[in-house]
């Protein structure tokens, strides 16, 4: 018994030798976490030419881009103006005062081509011209009756005050053979002092006498 006892004790002696032995052969380390923290560094790449590269295309793909065909619509939609061509013009034949003789002479003025020719037209044209050569005639009115134009002055100021005596007829002929020139419609004109009979420095008229007609 005492035998078998220290048989087994024996065994169990070389057991653990052999396992001492074999330990310190294979030699078992096991993974220590914080030793690896504590010897660890920590180092920065810079970053390499093809990754700064591959950054900045990156960057130009985020910005916006306008394809070829948005352009021609764009420049499409915005109407390019026209030409703005000049006014035509037409000469309208009238009668004004030369101040050196006294007469009446033939000039002629351009109004646009789609103006219509109106009595009002052709005396603001006639008073115009004279203004022109220090004239300065006052139209109160121009109406018509049938085919009579009406031509009302104010008393203040030529034909009937303001100017020489010379000039009143002057004055009233240019203005009457403007009239029945350039209307067909019409063909008489009467004079008037602010709707009442002229009565001038040298000329009388009743206040529905024909001053001029054009049989």
Do not use: W
Not at 19 to 32: A, K, P
Request: contains cysteine; aromatic residues 6%; negative net charge.
């Amino acid at each position: 018994m005492d035998r078998f006892k220290k048989i087994f004790i024996l065994i169990i002696m070389v057991t653990g030798l052999l396992l001492l032995t074999g330990c310190s052969i294979l030699q078992f380390d096991f993974f220590d976490a914080s030793k690896e923290e504590d010897n660890s560094s920590v180092i920065t790449l810079a970053p390499s030419d093809k990754e700064v590269g591959s950054s900045k295309i990156s960057v130009e793909k985020a910005e916006p881009s306008i394809s070829p065909d948005a352009q021609t619509q764009g420049s499409e939609a915005t109407p390019t103006p026209s030409v703005i061509q000049p006014t035509k013009n037409i000469d309208l034949p009238l009668y004004t005062v030369n101040v050196d003789s006294g007469d009446i002479e033939a000039v002629v003025a351009l109004v646009p081509a789609d103006t219509k020719i109106t009595p009002e037209l052709v005396v603001e044209k006639v008073v115009e011209s004279m203004a022109d050569r220090s004239i300065k005639v006052g139209i109160e009115s121009v109406t018509t009756k049938g085919d009579t134009v009406i031509v009302s002055f104010y008393k203040d100021m030529a034909p009937l005050s303001e100017i020489g005596s010379g000039y009143e007829a002057a004055i009233l002929d240019a203005i009457a053979q403007s009239l029945v020139d350039a209307l067909n419609d019409y063909n008489k004109v009467i004079f008037r002092a602010e709707g009442k009979a002229y009565v001038g420095s040298h000329i009388e008229l009743g206040i529905n006498e024909v001053y001029l007609e054009d049989n």
